[in-house]
T-cell receptor, first 116, second 112 residues
């Protein structure tokens, strides 16, 4: 079955530091890949996505590239802000014949804390 | 546009009691989902519905039931709550032909 593995957290950075959160996946076929963000006390919001190999998703300064050869979708940001403090989830959808109608498989989440 | 609303925001429940978590969306999405979020485990799918009148089991369906009488509402019922069902529950929806899911604010449930 499908699975997603994220780097262990929590991650603590100073403002303006470079961020990488690793994500690798296991799936058959050609899944779509996502990063969701959860701010304190809120539900999940889509941060970015990529639907095919070599696609780069980007939003709010965050980027991730769909690497089929390494089955990875690492999240990066060049200069983090205090407001980026949140929990980040990598997820995949489909991949097994495309019949999942968007059912998501999530990683365990990575807590990011950014200090001034 | 409200998106997805969930009720209640939080609830403390005695073990053995019946509880229904409510979820309503106003985006006319065909597909809806229920997840539970537990520390270190991410989100796990409980049940889903691809369209009104149909439901399916997710990864952790035991002890939960759902119904989808119309497009907008997707209630989750715990017939006889147990402490292991203490969790934060999220409802989500997506357009049938797209795969971006939109999440509600969650319900924090504590079963004692």
């Amino acid at each position: 079955g499908n699975s997603v593995t994220q780097m262990e957290g929590p991650v603590t950075l100073s403002e303006e530091a470079f961020l990488t959160i690793n994500c690798t996946y296991t799936a058959t076929g050609y899944p779509s890949l996502f990063w969701y963000v959860q701010y304190p006390g809120e539900g999940l919001q889509l941060l970015l996505k990529a639907t095919k190999a070599d696609d780069k998703g980007s939003n709010k300064g965050f980027e991730a590239t769909y690497r089929k050869e390494t089955t990875s979708f690492h999240l990066e940001k060049g200069s983090v802000q205090v407001s980026d403090s949140a929990v980040y989830f990598c997820a995949l959808s489909g991949g097994a014949g495309g019949t999942s109608y968007g059912k998501l498989t999530f990683g365990q989440g990575t807590i990011l804390t950014v200090h001034p | 546009i409200a998106g997805i609303t969930q009720a209640p925001t939080s609830q403390i429940l005695a073990a053995g009691r019946r509880m229904t978590l409510r979820c309503t969306q106003d985006m006319r999405h065909n597909a809806m989902y229920w997840y539970r979020q537990d520390l270190g485990l991410g989100l796990r799918l409980i049940h889903y519905s691809n369209t009104a009148g149909t439901t399916g089991k997710g990864e952790v369906p035991d002890g939960y039931s759902v119904s989808r009488a119309n497009t907008d509402d997707f209630p989750l019922t715990l017939a006889s709550a147990v402490p292991s069902q203490t969790s934060v529950y999220f409802c989500a929806s997506s357009d049938r032909w797209a795969d971006t899911q939109y999440f509600g604010p969650g319900t924090r449930l504590t079963v004692l």
